[in-house]
């Protein structure tokens, strides 16, 4: 592993960062099938237990925590609580139910940060943002699937969204996807990254391309592996290189994978750890 894997890492332990987005509580409710019910068309579960995890933008802040000096949040939107149903043998989800909050009040972003992180799950308004380095992630899901694109975002320095995020804000479902980057990145931001799940990541840093594959060898839950990817490497990209950035996004990316839920965030010790044994 490059020493400036390592460099970068600890380049942003003084840094004072403010992560801007959803609050979501997501919970884990564990059922047992009963099998078929005989006079419905539907499925019966038993109840076994549940889990309660802070998620959206809590979580994604909660993994730049040992990496910085200081990791303030700021809320938006209404706050959405999302109930998972899983099957607890796989972790494999069933179906889920939202449900808004009561919101938080609006107000404006505060200054003095070295970087702004916006978690954006398209739940709430992102309020202005000041002047400064700007990450942002725009994500795409069933509550706002066409509506929270990253289009809506003019400017930024770093980016990172999904390959399905990526063409659906470029309308173009299958040009190769250095052309789907060229198109979004253009006079909007210098530094974007398309993750691929077990496919790794594709990187564009000022008229490059880069790729790096994924470490993931071992999946137990693919739920925050992207918010992961891109809250640690957010205020690291402010001065990082592409590849270094691709290296420990994948490297955080597959840790998240071996964490049910939100139950751990993924650490500076273990991301260093991971790092090292690969």
Request: charged share 25%; with cysteine; hydrophobic share 40%.
């Amino acid at each position: 592993m490059q020493s400036s894997v390592f460099d970068l890492i600890e380049s942003v332990k003084d840094f004072k960062v403010l992560f801007v987005g959803d609050v979501i509580i997501d919970e884990y409710h564990y059922v047992s099938s009963l099998g078929k019910s005989p006079k419905e068309h539907l499925i019966p579960v038993r109840f076994e237990h549940k889990e309660v995890f802070e998620g959206g933008v809590l979580a994604a802040a909660k993994h730049a925590r040992s990496f910085c000096a200081l990791v303030d949040i700021h809320s938006v939107g209404a706050g959405v609580r999302k109930v998972r149903y899983v099957d607890p043998l796989y972790t494999r989800k069933l179906f889920e139910v939202h449900f808004n909050g009561h919101g938080f009040p609006k107000r404006s972003v505060a200054e003095g940060y070295d970087a702004i992180v916006v978690a954006d799950f398209g739940h709430g308004e992102i309020p202005a943002l000041p002047d400064g380095f700007i990450a942002v992630n725009a994500q795409t899901n069933s509550a706002n699937i066409g509506y929270n694109l990253i289009t809506k975002y003019t400017r930024a320095d770093y980016i990172v969204i999904d390959e399905p995020e990526a063409r659906l804000a470029a309308a173009d479902r299958d040009s190769p996807i250095e052309e789907v980057i060229l198109k979004l990145a253009k006079d909007r931001c210098n530094k974007f990254v398309v993750t691929h799940g077990a496919y790794g990541a594709v990187g564009y840093d000022s008229g490059e391309f880069y790729h790096a594959s994924a470490y993931t060898d071992r999946i137990v839950d693919t739920m925050g592996a992207g918010d992961a990817f891109f809250a640690i490497t957010a205020p690291m990209a402010k001065h990082g290189s592409m590849q270094d950035l691709l290296t420990i996004g994948n490297a955080a990316g597959a840790i998240k994978t071996q964490i049910v839920g939100h139950r751990e965030s993924v650490t500076k010790e273990k991301l260093v750890e991971f790092l090292r044994s690969h």
